[in-house]
């Protein structure tokens, strides 16, 4: 059975793909509570629960939208680095079984909105970090992807202003579930 670890497994994707992978994996769920990203601990966190768990697939769904104020750190800390700390666990340990690391960024990162941009800009960087490390990973045992959701209801977006349509939660889950087989 395959091992798969859950980075951020209380957001509103997250638990719908869990639904998905209850009966034929073996699932580890991180979730705030047990690593917060915004500390500056949260490396050696990831790293040691990396470590541990050895799983055969890693999917980080943290995610915080943020405001353009001064909440740089905040949104990058949890939207970029995480995912960063994993691709370097991955790069500097050699790994000799196939890993999946699957990366969840947005819809959004190829247009920023003016009242979110830093959280455009976060998912526009995460999507540059993943053709990156695709490129590292070439030849390996590691195989890294991305998927960008389009807009669903979620805990995320539940105050901003509904505008334009959602696409249902189960239509994504099924679809990152492909990318997960």
Known sequence: MKRVLIFGSNSTLAKKIQLFLKNDYLVTKVAK??????????????????????????????????????????????????????????INNKINKKVKIILIGSSSYKKGKANYMLYTSSKAALHNLYQAAKEKFENTYINIDIFHPPRFQSKLIKNLKKKGNFTKIEIIAKTLFKKIK
């Open 33 to 90: 509570k047990n690593i917060n990203f915004s500390r500056k601990d949260s490396a050696s966190q990831i790293h040691k629960v990396l470590s541990k768990v050895n799983p055969d697939i890693v999917i980080n769904f943290a995610g915080v939208l943020g405001s353009n104020s001064d909440m740089y750190k905040d949104v990058y800390d949890v939207n970029f680095l995480p995912n960063w700390e994993i691709i370097k666990f991955y």
